[in-house]
């Protein structure tokens, strides 16, 4: 028998030949795998498209004209796809420990069996009379209710979930559960996201299809629920989707619905948003710990006292600011989270350490929306009374929570001793349930809850717990981990791919410096002439992101084409100026510097740079005169100090070069610094001088090799100071 690795092996090899339009042989991969599954059914379907696909290829040979023949060929690539489907799925059945091949292997009891779509749904419906009634006679019927109830959804959940192709029949019972006026919109909720869980292990049309009709229902969590879902869908299936003209053709049509291109670009939005979650615990390891060795590397240019990136350290445009706002991405970030622009952060790891409570162990329970008739909640209430039943109306009501944090807070709380509840409690009544009780804040509220925007983004960070921090986590796609670039998914491309959706996402991705994703958009932008008519601010902006991932000669273009667009910008020029020094191109760099300077004389940032390049460039005198201008506006400034020590030792000013160096020493000085004044001592004879200089430039290097390294670099300039070359190795004995 094949193990769960060669069969998944097996069917990405079908799926890739598929995708490469690759048929035939997709065809052949397919007869041999089915050999391995007990299904004859399939058998007999892949004979019958083998028949068909080799009739139209004979036709073609004879030079049939057939104009059918395109749709006819996707259709065969859409079944042959859907039996390799089914194939696999029968065969991990049997290979797999994962929870869904272990209900899926598990035969149902047989009292079970006949329960359908249909039946679920009476049960469901009757469930508000059931414990109305049974809340009358006693508190032992109101359990076997509520007990009832939870049963019946998670039948129906498991059974859904694992259901990987739905009938004809199936599909009007579904749509049976979305006209029901009976039905608590929660349990439809839990129906919406069982269908979802299912197309993300097997593709169904028919379930997608029904989703795109859950959209259209009334109540909001079940529309943004069903629209995730179906986004998350599109994703995981996007090489397939073409193959299904109609699918294509309804989604087309959805644009007709006025909230429908909102509510998907909003929606990308706050998966993006989600992915920026683990920002907190990477901080430690992709910024602070560079941050610290950044200061071990970059010696080429120390002598006159800046690191490589210094100058583009906190240096986005102010300009900026506004259009950030302007894009409507500050206004629909806030909108849609409000106090959580970064929220999913602080909750997410407020509450991930609360997930251990045997109610998450259920993997349906992720997904319930907080309910008060949930049965642990509700006999929870019975034991607090009214002031439990206020504590909980405060959480129900707040959209900041997912729902699975509700839980988690509820039953945190609910574990506590008595009389830390209590107290808990009256506080929580003093501060904020009497404001609640104002009609004006409770109303604000309810409709903060009742916006799409809240409902698809707690539905979001439930979904993130769930593929983060349940039990079962690992045998689930996370798509949160990869590169969301929806508008590439076919059926949403002619929602997204457009310049007024794509701006607010690529200025998303600056705001977050996640520079490469902002480059590529920037530059899809272009393609399509989104930058015409923008002026230079968004050719500022690419330029900005490429100067950040250190492609100085891509962001000098940019720099150039936004320098064209809004001459003489500041901020531009200093940045043209950076790359160009940071380029190794002096002489631009130092026009540009020079255009800053003009700009702002006492601009001391420019006046160093200047001196620098002029350094570079061998300029020397001028050069002086730049740090002496520097010495000049800021006060004890060690860089111009640096600056001016270098250029008099270079220009053979020794007694001025020896005087700025000591300055140094006096203040802060660096390893470098320890050892110009060596070279400076040893030039003007003080063997003995430079000897003290050096060693304890050796000291501040933590090592003498890296001592060495910055003293070969030198050897040059010592030897024009007329330093003999048989005299540095016996120096450097001599330490």
Excluded at 347 to 375: A, C, G, I
Excluded at 392 to 419: A, C, E, R, V
């Amino acid at each position: 028998m094949m193990n769960e690795k060669t069969i998944n092996e097996q069917y990405a090899y079908i799926r890739t030949l598929l995708e490469e339009k690759r048929l035939k042989e997709a065809l052949m991969q397919l007869e041999s795998l089915l050999w391995q599954c007990p299904d004859w059914d399939l058998r007999t379907r892949l004979e019958q498209l083998q028949t068909s696909y080799k009739y139209m290829l004979e036709y073609m040979k004879q030079g049939a004209n057939d104009p059918e023949r395109w749709n006819l060929y996707q259709k065969l690539v859409a079944d042959t796809w859907s039996i390799a489907d089914q194939s696999r799925l029968l065969m991990l059945d049997n290979a797999s420990s994962k929870y869904y091949h272990e209900v899926r292997r598990t035969p149902e009891p047989a009292d079970l069996a006949e329960y359908g779509l249909k039946k679920i749904l009476h049960i469901l419906e009757s469930f508000n009379d059931d414990l109305a009634i049974s809340g009358l006679l006693s508190d032992a019927k109101m359990d076997e209710v509520l007990q009832r109830h939870e049963n019946t959804l998670k039948f129906m959940f498991v059974r859904t979930w694992t259901n990987s192709s739905w009938t004809s029949e199936d599909e009007e019972d579904a749509k049976s559960m979305l006209g029901s006026e009976l039905l608590l919109p929660d349990d439809l909720c839990l129906f919406v996201s069982a269908v979802t869980l299912s197309v993300m292990e097997c593709f169904d049309l028919r379930k997608i299809m029904w989703l795109l009709d859950a959209y259209r229902h009334k109540d909001v969590n079940v529309s943004q629920r069903a629209l995730v879902g179906v986004i998350f869908i599109f994703y995981i299936h996007r090489t397939r989707l073409l193959y299904y003209p109609e699918l294509i053709k309804r989604v087309d049509l959805m644009d007709e619905i006025p909230s429908f291109r909102e509510d998907v670009a909003r929606i990308y939005r706050q998966m993006l948003l989600c992915q920026e979650t683990e920002k907190i615990d990477k901080k430690m390891r992709e910024e602070i710990i560079p941050e610290m060795l950044k200061n071990v590397s970059s010696m080429k240019n120390i002598r006159f006292g800046f690191e490589e990136n210094d100058e583009e350290n906190d240096d986005k445009n102010p300009d900026w600011e506004d259009a950030f706002e302007q894009s409507g991405l500050g206004d629909k970030l806030r909108e849609m989270n409000e106090l959580q622009l970064e929220g999913a952060d602080v909750y997410m790891s407020t509450f991930s350490s609360l997930k251990s409570y045997p109610f998450f162990r259920e993997v349906q329970n992720w997904f319930y929306p907080f309910s008060k008739q949930q049965s642990n909640v509700l006999k929870a209430l019975k034991q607090v009374g009214n002031e439990g039943s206020s504590l909980l109306d405060l959480i129900l009501q707040s959209g900041f929570f997912s729902n699975s944090d509700k839980y988690s807070l509820f039953f945190t709380i609910h574990q506590l001793p008595k009389m830390q509840q209590e107290m808990m409690l009256s506080q929580l009544n003093e501060q904020q349930v009497a404001e609640l009780a104002e009609k004006s804040n409770a109303e604000t509220m309810k409709k903060f809850n009742a916006r799409p925007g809240t409902a698809s983004n707690q539905y979001l960070h439930d979904l993130y717990r769930f593929f983060k921090l349940s039990v079962r986590r690992n045998e689930f796609r996370d798509i949160f981990k990869e590169k969301l670039d929806l508008h590439h998914v076919p059926a949403l491309d002619n929602l997204l791919y457009c310049e007024e959706e794509l701006f607010p996402i690529a200025d998303f991705y600056l705001s977050k410096e996640r520079w490469d994703e902002a480059i590529d958009i920037y530059k899809e932008l272009i393609e399509i002439g989104g930058f015409e008519g923008e002026g230079a601010e968004y050719y500022q902006k690419f330029g900005y992101a490429l100067q950040k991932r250190k492609r100085y000669a891509e962001a000098i273009e940019a720099y150039l084409k936004a320098d064209t667009l809004k001459p003489d910008n500041i901020w531009n020029n200093r940045h043209l100026a950076t790359c160009y020094r940071l380029n190794r191109n002096y002489e631009a760099a130092l026009a540009y510097y020079k255009k800053v300077e003009e700009a702002t004389p006492e601009a001391s940032t420019a006046v160093f740079y200047i001196g620098s390049c002029l350094a570079e460039l061998g300029q020397y005198e001028e050069a002086l005169n730049y740090f002496f201008k520097l010495d000049f506006i800021e006060s004890n400034c060690v860089k111009a100090w640096r600056g001016i020590g270098w250029c008099s030792f270079i220009s053979l000013k020794y007694e001025q070069a020896m005087k700025y160096y000591e300055k140094i020493i006096e203040h802060k000085p660096l390893a470098i610094d320890y050892m110009n004044a060596g070279h400076v001592a040893w030039v003007m004879g003080n063997i003995q001088k430079a000897a003290v200089l050096y060693g304890k430039a050796i000291t501040a290097c933590g090592t003498r090799e890296r001592f060495l390294e910055m003293f070969h670099k030198d050897e040059e300039p010592l030897l024009k100071q007329g330093i003999r070359e048989e005299d540095i190795p016996l120096m450097l004995d001599l330490l």
